[in-house]
């Protein structure tokens, strides 16, 4: 492993070999209520963690990992292999991110968000997980939403609470996306609205 003598690394985070952690990192950041070191975290082989990115503790990550600079990560996520998270992204806490994902620069990722294998996160993105924000109980029913295998979310696309993006569909950029997308689908507008499928695109 190389890593800078300005990141900091706290006890009980397992980094596998080849990995490269930049300048300013903070990897094992306990969250509040956890003492230091309570919870585990893994990063997989041949990582690549750049400058000011914070991963908090309890994430288990597969080989293959890599942050832009300026990443939070925050607790307890299950993050597949090959994943690439951009500069300036948030990923918060309980979120499940299988293999091949791609996250693009400043997304926006909420707890119980499930990202499905390869699936592509496009720059400027967020996801939302409460339909009533700061109500009684929003806390206890926070839904992120599920985007499925192979999908791909275009820049500045918003998904409302809970939604599904079937596989292989596409968002188009700027999208406002308030109720499920079904499989192979294009989509585009506020609301969004089903306007071909993705076996009619140009690729």
Known sequence: MSKSETCKIYENVDIGEGAVIGDFVIIGEPPRGKKRGELK?????NATIRSHTVIYAGNIAGDNFQTGHHVMIREENKIGDNVSVGTNSVVEHHVRIEEDVRIHSQAFIPEETTLEAGCWIGPNVVITNARYPSSPGAKSSLKGATVGKNAKIGANA????GVVIGENALVGAGTVVTRDVPAGKVVIGNPAQVIRDTSELPY
Do not use: R
Request: hydrophobic share 45%.
């Open 158 to 161: 918003t998904l409302l609470p």
């Open 41 to 45: 975290t893994v990063i997989g082989k």
